[in-house]
């Protein structure tokens, strides 16, 4: 570069990481313990996450255990005792899933639901503390070129990075993804309002110690503690006219009518939650692979899906150390590292995301008989039958 060129020389970069929400610092974690050297760019100016909670399904804290993270996540979680699920406009206990001990001993690690700061956090210390990685903020990627031996990055400053594996981890709205498909995220017409707030200022007959799942029709409200018990995280979501309709925003007043025919301690829990911002809810068509030359896409840019299975950034957290463990297995072969995972990963995640969807129209049914009948099956249940949800909790075959 001349003294009289301003633009900044290119970067050679031998794997090259776009995104650091969860999936992006996972990824870097994990590749990094295989003995790689790892560059995560980020556009945001800090690496951070909103202030509300995440579950944590056994797959993704035996992920956790392999990263080395777990012993501190355990630390400012919380390990749920029970998923509750009752019916918000009755306020009947319709089905119970057990979470604590016997959940353990099933699948080998906990259940934990925390507070995505705090996650971030950890993920964020890890890779600071590993001497192979390396996180360069305020780089928003705004073009990028797949060449048969690497990749070419462009930020929005001009940086330009070639590397010979970029990994996609720039989640919902991906730039990266339209060298796979010219798509558009799909509305679902639900939006969700959500916060943490401390725990003695909770309205609500709940015991602190579960997770609860209020549904009813068209809406559903989640509760549960994060931060070692001091804060609850709440999530109210209830289909929007104006979302539905294509004007993207809605109202809390919006809000407070979805709520208003639930039981008491529903509606003031509704009322309680920050009004602050709101998320319109969206997934995508799964892709039918997640690899494009030497680019690779992991988490919501590969496979965003509803949020009802708890298992957005779980699946994130699957990726990367599918990810980690081809690129290890086949060091001086990435393409067939990259066949690897996109094998073990385009499947999976596709059942995720079709199974949300028609999980999400369960919980928000509308018609008396459907209602009536849905409600009679989750009776039925026992509290330790995990026939329903081995498939997304048990150790995948290696
Ligand atoms: C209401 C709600 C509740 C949820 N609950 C759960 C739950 O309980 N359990 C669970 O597992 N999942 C849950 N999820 C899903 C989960 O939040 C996501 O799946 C997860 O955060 C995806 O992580 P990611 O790293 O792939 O993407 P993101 O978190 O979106 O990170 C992408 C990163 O890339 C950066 N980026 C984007 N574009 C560019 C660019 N052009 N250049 C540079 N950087 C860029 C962004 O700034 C961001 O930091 C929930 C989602 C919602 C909406």
Redesign the pocket.
Known sequence: MSAADPRPAERRIPLLI?????????AALAIARTGRTVHL????AE?T?IG??????AN?TRVMDRLGILEAAEAVAVHPERAVMRDATTGETLTVLTLGDTYRRRYGVPYL?MH?GDLLQILLDACTANPLITLETR????SCRVKPDGVTVT?EDGQVYRAELVVG????????RKLFVDDEPVCSGYV?Y?GTMPIENVESDVDGNDVVLWIGPQLHL?QYPVRSGALYNQ?A?FHSKTFAAGGGGSTPEELDDAFAPTVKPVRLSAASVSRIRH?P?YDREPLTSFVHGRLVL?????H??L?V?????????EDVVVLADQLAAHPDDLATALASYDQARVPRTTRCQRTARPWADVWHLTDPLAIALRNRIFRTRADDDYSDVDWLYAELPA
């Open positions: 776009v995104g650091g929400g969860i999936g992006g610092l996972a760019i980020e556009q945001a690496l996450e509300a909670g995440l579950q944590i399904g993704a639901v995505r780089r928003h990627v705004t930020c981890a720039d989640g919902l709205r991906s730039a990266l969700a959500r989640m999530v979501v998320w809810l992991i988490g919501d840019a590969a965003p899906m949020q299975l708890g298992q957005g950034a779980c699946q994130a957290l």
